[in-house]
């Protein structure tokens, strides 16, 4: 019996050939694939696969599945991580600055008088991407360039 193997993740059509003897039993193992449809490979005959993850697996005759995760998703498991990623960005909170943090940013980056108020002129949303950009790196434009960034 094997236990808790990871086979994952080894093929986008068919994986490899995963080694065993033939009668043999994975159990609890993980055998998820990132693309749908893909046909995992034994070397060994009369597989038994208990209580695995086998998202996105498909088995030749010979395979018996009991008490696992059989799941096809619609898309690669790739995609559809980036795709959550993306999601979570775009659903991200702006920063939040009080007046006197941005000032303390700007003042500790080096900032000079006249951005600095210029920057706290602005309202809403800009402000904070104004802060988050002088986070990384301070500002050194004239004024005339700040105003059409932001």
Do not use: W
Not at 30 to 48: C, D, E, H, R
Not at 54 to 66: A, S, W, Y
Not at 117 to 127: P, R, S, Y
């Amino acid at each position: 019996m094997i236990q808790n193997g990871n086979f994952s993740f080894r093929g986008t059509v068919e994986t490899e050939e995963i080694k065993c003897q033939d009668d043999e039993i994975f159990d609890s193992c993980n055998f998820s694939q990132n693309a749908p449809g893909t046909k995992v490979l034994f070397s060994g005959k009369k597989i038994t696969i208990r209580n695995s993850n086998c998202t996105n697996c498909v088995f030749e005759d010979g395979v018996t599945v009991e008490g696992s995760n059989t799941h096809q998703t619609e898309k690669p498991l790739d995609v559809l991580a980036e795709e959550r990623r993306i999601e979570e960005e775009k659903n991200k909170p702006e920063p939040v600055y009080t007046e006197t943090e941005l000032k303390e940013v700007m003042v500790a980056a080096g900032v000079d008088q006249t951005t600095i108020e210029a920057t706290l002129a602005v309202k809403g949303k800009n402000a904070g991407l104004v802060a988050t950009a002088i986070e990384e790196e301070p500002i050194e434009e004239p004024i005339e360039e700040l105003k059409g960034k932001v």
